[in-house]
């Protein structure tokens, strides 16, 4: 079992929907999860940050953590043509000199 | 602000030609730094990571070699590049905030094709 198991995809959604990204893993220690963004062709960027468990908002981007279940969410309300890209989570078991896990990524297209 | 260079942007370079990519940080000191891969339609491959100068690990055995000679500025080389050396090479530095807990970001990345 990988440690961390993200759907690629590709989501194909129209404008204007929710979006709901996914993440599973099995290792429980892991308590800070990351959410980053990857347009093509460009280095990803950092979204969306959690420690341990609870919801996180941010705009119209939400992150859930739910460590009892060992998965993660990214909602995604309104989506935009501009949130087409992909979605990566990652985590790591504490803050230090452990490198991030990262999923495979979810391609998202979002059809104006 | 913090800010991370890697350069060249991109390249093109013949089987069994050297290699030398760079990464900059600015910003920030003593960050622990990566260098990640990621192939066409794949995920990212963490390479290596430095938590500091001349500390180098190592997470795949291959042909390519790290070093970090300076706090902020971590080098990948490699002497003969294969063909499956391709892909998009991306540097990233990480930290520990005490406000916001623990950070990394990513640098543009560098597109590598060998032909």
């Known amino acids: 079992q990988k440690e961390v198991e993200q759907d690629p995809g590709p989501l194909s959604v129209p404008e204007g929907a929710i979006v709901s990204l996914n993440c599973t893993y099995s290792?429980?220690?892991?308590?800070?999860f990351m959410w980053y963004r990857q347009y093509s062709r460009k280095g990803p960027e950092l979204l969306m940050y959690?420690?341990?468990?609870g919801n996180k908002e941010d705009g119209r981007f939400t992150a859930q953590v739910d460590k009892s279940s060992k998965y993660i969410s990214l909602f995604i309300r309104d989506s935009q043509p501009s949130d087409s890209a992909t979605y990566l989570c990652?985590?790591?078991?504490?803050?230090?000199?452990?490198?991030?896990?990262f999923g495979k990524g979810t391609r998202l297209s979002v059809i104006a | 602000s913090q800010t991370i260079h890697q350069w060249p942007a991109t390249l093109v370079q013949p089987v069994g030609s050297p290699l030398s990519l760079e990464c900059t940080v600015e910003?920030?000191?003593?960050?622990?730094l990566y260098w990640y891969r990621q192939a066409a339609g794949r995920g990212l491959q963490l390479l290596f990571y430095?938590?500091?100068?001349?500390?180098i690990s190592s997470e795949v055995p291959q042909n390519l070699s790290a070093s970090r000679p300076q706090d902020r500025q971590f080098i990948l080389s490699s002497k003969k590049l294969l063909l499956s050396d391709s892909g998009f090479y991306l540097c990233?530095?990480?930290?520990?905030?005490?406000?916001?807990?623990?950070?990394?970001?990513f640098g543009p990345g560098t597109r590598l094709t060998v032909t």
């Open positions: 990233a530095w990480s930290v520990l905030w005490e406000d916001r807990g623990y950070e990394q970001y």
């Open positions: 290792n429980s220690a892991f308590q800070y």
């Open positions: 959690t420690y341990s468990s």
């Open positions: 990652a985590m790591s078991e504490w803050s230090g000199n452990t490198p991030l896990v």
């Open positions: 910003g920030t000191s003593n960050p622990n």
């Open positions: 430095s938590v500091g100068i001349g500390q």
